[in-house]
Every structure is written in structure tokens, then in C-alpha cells.
């Protein structure tokens, strides 16, 4: 029904209208003026029937605004009749205009609830079916229902239509399974299945218009790489075809920052791009900007909130991650001191079943024949003595570690003569040992002296001889050399020719507990390099590790002669203090 037939009909006024306070819905507008849905959203569009509100569920239109309808409707038509427009142009849904263009066109329809996408799907198909072309729609099971029972409010015989090729309707799920492969649309399958689909359907009327909601299911699917590629083939599709498609996404689909990337993407695919009922409602431009400006500080305060969530959960991230380094720290401590402790259990049992057996051996040969022998008894003691030093040597390990510690571990430097003190050492284990000779060879004079703690020297060159004899189990010679490389510094360098130590534990010999060897070769705590180095770097020297070609291992303590100027008001101040 044209604008002059209802005002011809209906000659100014509707007596139909039973209170012009009563509500209807744009269905129900068009069953009370015997004009077609499309038509209201025709006048709708134009501004002859003001959106009265947007209610829980569809639109609503004033009883009181159907009255004045014809009125309106006349003096527009004088206005057409003197050269004059028929009215404002007002923003609703693309899919709400009966007139949009036949050519090939694709946008997308977003909608907060399923009762307006109806009314645009249906109004859309309608205005294709009315012209005598053909309507698609691919669609879930429940909006293909509630879209044709809105179609057949408009008087469509979608049984006839159906029968004649005009009107095809298409699960979505179903016909997305023909051409999905791996996850994603194939190109080759989707131009079969969908071409098929409109080369039919165009031999049954110029105007084909489709809607699909494939691409809404791929996107709450969670598969927005396959939503895009789906609507790209649409947009291939659409380069070799003549038709006009509409998709429709629910809007709360996009929720999230996760989603913004999507729905910039499926917006930069559609030629045009019609936003929520919320929006498309507002009947003129000042109601759209203020829509704007709120959406726009909406934006704003969103952005300023994520912002504060990123850096909160930057932070939340950084703590995570300290909390796990030290758990991880924490696991390893109790790993390493598990083994430590195994490890001195060992060490320590070890002399203490010695001592504890000679010991009980001369007890029992004492009480057996009331005398010792005197050569027995001095290999006793010896051994009783070795013994003992080796516990002494322990214990006082575990000491020096508990001052290192505690920053307690300090050297107490003296002017000290260096050839006698390594010539002793020298002695000292090469006594222990008839399977090694131990070569000194000294490159300096006897008289270089140098201020330092002869203790802890003591300490290093032990440290290093007992590696040297332990890591050569065949035996062998073990050299010992002292030279003075520059005027203010000299070396000791301890060389063995044993087992020397795997490339990939190289890096690790100076840390604490740690073992170089495992097997038949393990003994000590792993912390004779370890305290090793605390003390030469107490005394400002360095040790380092070599691991010549032909084997074993070279172990070089570079210390300075004397201390440097701020080492002794250090040495000065901790005198004066004890």
C-alpha cells in the first residue's frame, strides 16, 4: 500500500487505533494499517512514525503517532507535489530500508537481541521476495523460525515461495560442516557449495539477497581466524556474483579486550557497517552525537581501566614470577643442603669408624696380652693423629663457611716469607702420599716476602694439594711452582696430572658443595675451592683453573704482596676495634 492509499482509505484518521496511549509493535502497526512490515520501516525511516521507545524486546510505536500517520502522510505528499522531500532521513538499520540497492553489497548487522536481528532479517529477505527475487537464509535453527513466522506476518506464502526457488532456507551449522576443513574454511568447497547455492537462486529473479550467520557461530566458537577467512570468501564470492549479503553478530560475542581484534577485522570486511538497536534507534542527529560522545567517554574510561589492569597484572606477573624464582631458589637450597648433609655425614663417619676401630683393636690386644708393642702403637697413634687432622679439617671447613656467611671470615696479614711456607706444605703431604712425588719448584728467591695471612695460605695450598693427590689415583708427579710474575704479585700454581675435570663442570668447580666427580672419586664436602677462593679474594688475589692438553689440572692463586692502601685502613680499623 502506497502513502496515498492509506490516506485515501483512511481519510485522516484510524479509527482502529483503540487509545492513543496504547503501545504496538511494529508488527502490530502493520496489521492495523494492511500494510507490510517493510512499509512502516519505510515510514519509519523517513521520520513519519517516531520510535516511540525501545522496549525489553522490539520496538514500539505510539497509538497516538498511528493517528497522526495519514495527516502526515497527506502534507508530505503536497510537499512531493510542490518539488519539496517527503521528509528527514533518519540512521535505522540498512537491513529496515526496502529500497537498498540490488547490486552486490555486503554489510553486517550487529544486534543486542534476537527480536530486532529478526526484524532486519526479515524486512531484508522481504524486500527481495516482494520485488519477485530471491531470499536466502543460512541461519540456526531457532532464527530461521522466528524469521519466517515475521515473513509470513507479511503475507508471504513461504510454502509456495519455497516450492518456486525464491526462498531457500539453510541450517547454518550444516551447511558450515561442507566446506570447513582443519578448522578453517576451504576456498575450493565454500565456492562449490555457496555458488551452487546462488547460481540457483538467481535464475529465479534478478535480486538475490542473503543472510548468514555462519560466520557468528565460527565467532562464538572461538575461532576468529576462521571467521575472518569466511567472510573474505564472501567478499571473493561477491567480485563474480550479484547479490547482497547480510551477516548478523550478537554483540555481546565481542566481549573483552580479547575480542576487540575481531571485531575490527569482521568490521574492515562489510562495505557497510550498522550498529546495535540502541543505536539505530535514536530518531535524529543531536540524540546520535550524544550517543557518540558517551560512547566516546565510555572508550576512554575502558582504555584508562585497562591500562591500570595491564599494569596490575604486570605487576601480579613480575611477583609471580619472584615467587617462583624463589621457590625454585628455595627447592634447590633444600637439595643442596640435603646433599651436604649426606655428604658430611660421610666425611665425618668415615675417620670417626677409623679412630673408633684402632681404637678398639688396642683395647682388645692390650686386654689379651696385658702389653703394646711399641711399633704398633706409633702406627696407631699416627693414625689416630691423620685422622684427627682430617676431622679438624672438616670441622673448621663448616666453620669457615658459617663466617663466610656471616661476613665474619677475615685475614689477619702479616709480613710473611713465601718460599718456607709452600716448601712446608710441600713436605707436609707428600708425607701422606708414597704413590705421588710432589715437585716443588721454586722460580723465586727465598727471601720474597709478602703481607699476608699465613694461615689461610696454609689453608689454600692444603685445599689444592689434597685435589692434586685425590683426583690422581694412579699417582704420579705433582708439581708445585712458585714464580713472581710482576713486581707487585706472585704465584703458586699446583699441578696434577689425574682425571682433570669435564668440560661441562668446569664453570661449577668453585661453588659451594659442589663435586666435580662422582663414583669411586667423590670424597671431601665440595668446599675446599670454594673457601679457597673467599680467602685469596679476601687477600684481593684471584684463583683460576687451567686444563692442559695432555690432562689433569693446573690450579694458579695469583696474590699481591702487599695490600692495597684502602685494604690497610681496612686490616687497621678491624685491629683497632677487637
Known sequence: ??????????????????????????????????????????????????????????????????????????????????????????????????????????????????AYLVEAVATFIGAALQAGGAGIVVATPQHREQIEAALQGDRFDLAALASSGHYVALDAAATLDTFMRDGSPDGQRFETVIGDILTTAARHGQQVRVYGEMVSLLAAAGNPAATIRLEQLWNELLRTRAFSLLCGYAMDQFGGEAMAELLSGVCAEH????????????LDDAARLRAVAVLQQQARSLQAEIVVRRQAEERLRVALEAEQQAREQAEVALHVRDEFLSMASHELRTPISSLSAQAQLLLRRLKREGTLEPDRVERAMQLITSQTDKIARLVGQLLDVTRLDAGKLTVEREPTPVVPLVERMVQQAQDLTDRHLIDPQLEVAGSLEACLDPLRLEQVLTNLLDNAVKYSPEGGT??????????????????????????????????????????????????????????VELHSGEIRAEFPPDGGTRMVVRLPLEPSAAQAESGAALASST
Not at 17 to 33: D, H, K, P
Not at 57 to 76: F, H, K, N, W, Y
Not at 84 to 94: E, F, K, Q, T
Request: proline residues 4%.
Open 1 to 114: 500500500m502506497t502513502s496515498e492509499t492509506l490516506v485515501q482509505q483512511q481519510g485522516g484518521a484510524l479509527p482502529e487505533v483503540s487509545s492513543a496511549e496504547t503501545y504496538y509493535t511494529v508488527t502490530e502497526a502493520a496489521e492495523l494499517l494492511r500494510v507490510s512490515r517493510i512499509t512502516v520501516w519505510r515510514w519509519i525511516r523517513a521520520g513519519y512514525l517516531p520510535v516511540a521507545r525501545l522496549g525489553h524486546r522490539t520496538t514500539r510505536i505510539r497509538g497516538e503517532d498511528l493517528q497522526r500517520l495519514p495527516v502526515q502522510l497527506s502534507a508530505a505528499i503536497q510537499r512531493r507535489s510542490h518539488g519539496g522531500r517527503m521528509g528527514p532521513s533518519i540512521a535505522l538499520p540498512a537491513a529496515a530500508d526496502a529500497d537498498y540497492a540490488s547490486a552486490s553489497e555486503h554489510f553486517v548487522q550487529f544486534y543486542d537481541n534476537d
Open 271 to 282: 562495505s557497510r557497517v550498522e550498529p546495535t538497536e540502541s543505536y539505530t534507534v535514536l
Open 478 to 535: 705433582i708439581e708445585v711452582v712458585v714464580v713472581q710474575p710482576t713486581k707487585t704479585c706472585f704465584e703458586i700454581a699446583v699441578r696434577d696430572h689425574g682425571l682433570g675435570v669435564p668440560v661441562e663442570r668446569r664453570d661449577q668447580i668453585f661453588d659451594r658443595f659442589y663435586q666435580a666427580h662422582d663414583g669411586a672419586q667423590r670424597g671431601g664436602m665440595g668446599l675446599g675451592l670454594y673457601i679457597s677462593r673467599q680467602i
